[in-house]
């Protein structure tokens, strides 16, 4: 099984590298750092702009493959991402902002696949009865909302709850409240600021994993091993718990890879609404700026996080499917 | 997901024949299957509506989006402005009408052109299996591991670029999601086609030497042809919802191309001091999501030749005597 995992750790390092290529070349042939600078006052001349941005190791006048080696030899050898075109170094402005981010996304991502999966049993459970009709007509209605909007309606909720009780209950941007307090005011005024992102974020995503547990499960229940459980004398219900659970969580588990990155994708609408300074926000930052070093940094950190989720998936398999065991 | 049921390749397949003996072909029953479904047919009415609106509805007001009325600046809706104006003075009808326009065009150009893509990709892959199935698995997966916002942001951002200048920025969008809107539905496609590429009647036909082509023409087209028209809808709804998401928080398409995307963020500025700014483009979303959805439903069933929720084409107590007479 480690060995298995081991080769599939390889083959997304090879990918990483591939996509994060691809990523530079495209930043570094749309992306024209010098137009923005030219905007600065007291404007620069070209010739002090190029001098600048060369010295970044930006040198608009380099070819694209040139930079590219520049750039790749700078992460191979010293492991720096570079700079950007205002000064400063990607990897301590990434550094700064991981952390927020995966804050935010670890618990969401837990909370929908958990919320998900259950919800999706309770409902297979409850086929056609009321329940299930709310709870899976509410999933297929998560369908048609764009992440962004959603959020941004819970934020309008938010504020409209604030105002109707007259007191800041939800904080709906930041992270936190500058001068709290450390200890316990400071962990209250963390959890504030968390809660109405985390929930947005959740409220959004388990739908997917709602009707896929659901609709696997429904495809389980009446299979011949969980008949033969029943004759042999289980209950309904513990004929599904151990027999028919387990093989149904098997492609749900497979489509955790493909979940992460779209929950990874609304974490950064997210942090964009709710104005968390996480990584999501700060790209969307940089690419405005046109700072090549950093858009390819948050490409590289996305597929990063597209390759976690792929693994995961592949262990979630392993350990609930007895037949990966061999390989 | 459905599973495909081997559909029998040859013409005569394609017509079923009633206790009648009237032949009835399997469009028509498609058809017919859909028109039974309710709220199907009402998201169908509802799209074509809206397609209607973004076409003609130009011609229904004095306005174009270059007017500005000083008489209504940021005033909501009335008889002269009937969606009401933009804080500049714009009049909101006009610009939904292309908003809406825009929001369909990307949908339907994504959607139909990445399940092509999808259907001839996934099919090769299935086709050839070894070597050339994983190679093309690979670039797949690398292609779904790329974070699609970034590359969107990177293509359409800011400044500079001469590719930028020369083309609008729904194009690029659409070019972008059309790279990478066809991973998901090329996997589906694969493994089903490779369960139906193991069948005997594919065997068969290979054995017989019968042209690749035409296997894949005759035999695994129409086996998987439900699958693409769902993919179609479900295309169309992630691509118009991929187009408002990313122009809801700047990136995506810019003015003065106009998207629903564009005026719902623009509007969600100032959604307390102008609410139908937000509402109303809003509203327009959902009209077109929800259609989509509804009709996806309504085609899942008709095409699903197993399929029981619409209930069964009533027989008469005539037919159901004659068959009863039949068997006895």
Redesign the interface.
Known sequence: MIKYLLKRMA?YVV??F??TS??YF??VS???PA??EQERIPRPTPEQVAHSLALKGLDPAMSPWDRYVQWLTGIVTRWDWGMSPAGGSVNAAFGDRVWVSTRLFIAAIFLTLVIGVALGVFTAARQYKASDRVITSYS?LT???????AY?LVQ?AAIWINDATGQQIFFVTGISTPGVEPGWPAFVDLVAHYVVPTFAITLVGWGGYQIAQR?YLLDNVNADFVRTARAKGLTRNQAIRRHALRVSFIPVAQTIA?TV?AI??GG??AE??FAWPGVGFW??DA??K?DVNA?TA??AY??VI??VGAILADLATTLVDPRVRVS | MSTVDAVQPETEADVLTTDDGVVIAKGVIIFRRFLRNKTAVAGLILFLALTVFSLVGQFLTPWTKNDIDPAFIGEGPSADHFFGTTQAGVDLYVLMVEGVRTSILIGLIVGVGSMLVAAVYGCVMAFYGGKVDKVMLFILEALIMMPSLLVVAVVTSGNGGDLKDALPSWFLLTVVLLVFGWMGAARLIRSISMSLIERDYVKAARYMGVSTWRIVWKHLIPNIGSLLVLEITRGVTLAILSEVAYSFIGIGIKPPDMSLGILIGQASQQVSSFPWMFWFPLLAMFALTGSMAMMNDGLRDAFDPSSSSVGKAKKSRKARKNTVEAAA
């Open positions: 083959t990918m990483i591939l996509t691809a990523g495209l930043a749309t992306m024209k137009l923005i297929y369908y048609i909302v764009p992440a962004p909007i941004f309008l609709q493909f990155p990874f994708a950064f609408f964009a609404i790209s969307i690419i405005g046109q858009a948050t490409l996305g597929s597209f390759a």
